[in-house]
């Protein structure tokens, strides 16, 4: 039998295609693998440009009983961590959970954070939720910050012009009531090898209590979850499976930075009535490191002042855009491991040569530091410190005629950390108190004194907001009673005496607490009110009339039970 040549043809070609199709399939697919993608992601930096002092505290990994202190953070350093972390995959992408500016050290401050802008644009950050800081001077001051330009009343104090931000800020939830929209986008959309994932950043509901009134006039702040749980479709029609949210909100953890055998607070009420496309949670605000799972989400937090830069990895599927996997790493920025990045030295080095003669006056010394570490009480050193200056300075009577001066627990940013000399710099008091907040001395009865007390613990997610005295006030307060009824009025006393519950006082706070804010509504039914000086140079004044100054030893409030 004779076969013909074109037989042969057709039957070498056929063993050729099945040759090819053996071997393709002993070979791996390579469109069949997942997308992975690295997410940086960083919260709270508060303008820390420098290194902030104490570092990060973590546990002793020689022994978990204890905790150290590791020098952390500062621009420079985490420039160059995000590089290296960014150089680990191509597909990766810089991101925040907000209050990038605002409560910052004065080198920042001074120029109205634009360094700060300036600074982590040229890390390569990319979008950022908003966060109640970025609302202390106003949504026009926030939208220059984005837009660029001028201080509409400063000018361009800064070495070179300040263009704005490269990077988006996002804020989902937060709505101009004068026009119906958000005040910024609500999401962005970014793709890797062509998958989508979009980023939902909002910060949250409670913001108008715990910035100045004239920050938040004119805006609205709605519910997290309902408000992710809106975009959801929206963003499943554009053909999104994985969804990440970047939220100023947070939790209180147990255990140490990279881990979170347990948490409490606000957080995991809000992670719980998110949508379940929602599978990663990026947080902030209580200045805490976690790394958790929460109702079965990845949520993440990196401590404070750019001190942990979080390293998430994702594996995303290539045909159906949904995530895979999902894991976190809080990587520490120490100051010996990751080196100064060149162009970050260069910017802090414009804005110091301005700057220099102001922060680095002395005002005053300590002979040992002076902590933020609060007691069993709620007390800190650095809080009655605070107090003390604020009664000094508003005690005479064309001051306000001042006798008692409280002091919010979140106005405290800082601790003096004991130099060469004991010296203390304008910088490091307004590291203290950053806010330019003016004092207001106003008149309320030993009967709303007792509510203000009492009001310490009322916050929303149980944990107590307390309040720094000044000296010659003192009061003690049950653990074992219900919020509304631990201060016994008898134990409220001014000078040793007991303090008289329809008897006027004069009574000190700063503005922001004057206003309401913290909560502390009570304030707002003062009378008579008298304006003073800023906050941090009360503080200066008091370091400079007291040389020599050590912690107080922390008497005046007493916890029983």
Same mark, same amino acid.
């Given at each position: 039998m004779t076969t013909s040549l074109a037989s042969i043809k057709a039957r070498l070609s056929l063993a050729l295609v099945a040759a090819v199709l053996a071997a393709c399939s002993a070979l791996p697919t390579a469109t069949s693998e997942p997308v992975k993608v690295r997410v940086l992601a960083i919260n709270d930096f508060h303008g820390n440009l420098l290194?902030?002092?104490?570092?990060?505290?973590?546990?002793?990994?020689?022994?978990?009983?204890?905790?150290?202190?590791?020098?952390?953070?500062?621009?420079?350093?985490?420039?160059?961590?995000?590089?290296?972390?960014?150089?680990?995959?191509?597909?990766?992408v810089f991101v925040s959970a907000g209050d990038l500016i605002g409560a910052s050290p004065l080198l920042s401050a001074l120029f109205f954070d634009e360094p700060t802008i300036e600074s982590l644009s040229m890390m390569g950050l990319e979008i950022s939720a908003?966060?109640?800081?970025?609302?202390?001077?106003?949504?026009?001051?926030? #939208?220059?910050?984005?837009?660029?330009?001028?201080?509409?009343?400063?000018?361009?104090?800064?070495?070179?012009?300040?263009?704005?931000?490269?990077?988006?800020?996002?804020?989902?939830?937060?709505?101009?009531?004068?026009?119906?929209?958000?005040?910024?986008?609500?999401?962005?959309?970014?793709?890797?090898?062509?998958?989508?994932?979009?980023?939902?950043?909002?910060? #949250?509901?409670?913001?108008?209590?715990i910035v100045m009134p004239s920050g938040v006039a004119g805006l609205r702040f709605d519910d997290e979850a309902g408000t992710v749980n809106r975009l959801v479709p929206e963003l499943k029609a554009k053909g999104v499976q994985t969804i990440v949210l970047l939220i100023h909100e947070g939790g209180i953890p147990v255990g140490d930075y990279n881990e979170c055998p347990g948490i409490s607070g606000p957080i995991v009420d809000i992670v719980k009535h998110l949508d379940k496309a929602v599978r990663l949670v990026v947080s902030g605000h209580t200045h805490r490191a976690y790394n958790c799972n929460i109702d079965g989400r990845l949520v993440t937090s990196g401590d404070k002042y750019g001190t942990i830069v979080t390293a998430i990895d994702l594996q995303l599927d290539r045909k159906t855009s949904e995530l895979i996997s999902a894991k976190a790493d809080n990587v520490i920025v120490r100051t010996e491991q990751f080196t100064k990045d060149a162009a970050q030295t260069q910017l802090i080095a414009g804005y110091e040569k301005v700057a220099a003669p102001l922060i680095n006056r002395v005002v005053g010394s300590i002979v040992e530091a002076i902590?933020?570490?609060?007691?069993?009480?709620?007390?800190?050193?650095?809080?009655?410190?605070?107090?003390?200056?604020?009664?000094?300075?508003?005690?005479?009577?064309?001051?306000?005629?001042?006798?008692?001066?409280?002091?919010?627990?979140?106005?405290?940013?800082?601790?003096?950390?004991?130099?060469?000399?004991?010296?203390?710099?304008?910088?490091?008091?307004?590291?203290?108190?950053?806010?330019?907040?003016?004092?207001?001395?106003?008149?309320?009865?030993?009967?709303?004194?007792?509510?203000?007390?009492?009001?310490?613990?009322?916050?929303?997610?149980?944990?107590?907001i307390y309040l720094y005295v000044s000296q010659?006030?003192?009061?003690?307060?049950?653990?074992?009673?219900?919020?509304?009824?631990?201060?016994?009025?008898?134990?409220?006393?001014?000078?040793?005496?007991?303090?008289?519950?329809?008897?006027?006082?004069?009574?000190?706070?700063?503005?922001?607490?004057?206003?309401?804010?913290?909560?502390?509504?009570?304030?707002?039914?003062?009378?008579?009110?008298?304006?003073?000086?800023?906050?941090s140079d009360a503080l200066a004044l008091y370091m400079q009339a007291h040389p020599g100054l050590k912690p107080s030893a922390l008497e005046r409030v007493k916890r029983l039970n």
């Open positions: 290194p902030p002092p104490g570092g990060i505290r973590i546990q002793d990994p020689k022994d978990r009983s204890k905790t150290l202190s590791v020098s952390a953070g500062g621009s420079e350093h985490m420039a160059s961590a995000v590089r290296e972390l960014m150089a680990q995959n191509p597909n990766h908003v966060g109640n800081h970025e609302f202390d001077h106003g949504l026009t001051e926030l #939208l220059r910050k984005q837009n660029g330009g001028c201080h509409p009343i400063e000018g361009c104090k800064g070495p070179t012009q300040f263009k704005g931000a490269s990077f988006q800020y996002l804020a989902a939830s937060t709505w101009d009531t004068r026009n119906g929209k958000t005040v910024f986008p609500a999401y962005q959309i970014k793709r890797f090898e062509g998958v989508p994932v979009a980023f939902i950043g909002l910060t #949250l509901k409670g913001t108008p209590g902590s933020r570490d609060a007691n069993p009480a709620g007390a800190t050193p650095m809080g009655e410190l605070v107090a003390d200056a604020q009664l000094a300075a508003t005690a005479a009577p064309h001051q306000g005629g001042a006798q008692i001066a409280f002091m919010n627990t979140g106005g405290v940013r800082q601790a003096f950390t004991f130099k060469p000399g004991g010296t203390v710099t304008y910088g490091d008091v307004f590291s203290v108190q950053p806010f330019n907040n003016n004092l207001i001395t106003m008149t309320l009865s030993g009967a709303q004194i007792h509510r203000v007390l009492e009001s310490q613990w009322r916050s929303a997610n149980g944990h107590p010659g006030f003192s009061y003690s307060w049950d653990a074992s009673k219900p919020p509304g009824s631990r201060v016994a009025f008898e134990s409220i006393k001014l000078k040793g005496q007991p303090l008289d519950p329809n008897a006027n006082y004069r009574v000190t706070v700063n503005a922001f607490v004057a206003a309401g804010g913290d909560g502390f509504k009570i304030f707002t039914e003062g009378k008579a009110p008298l304006v003073g000086i800023m906050d």
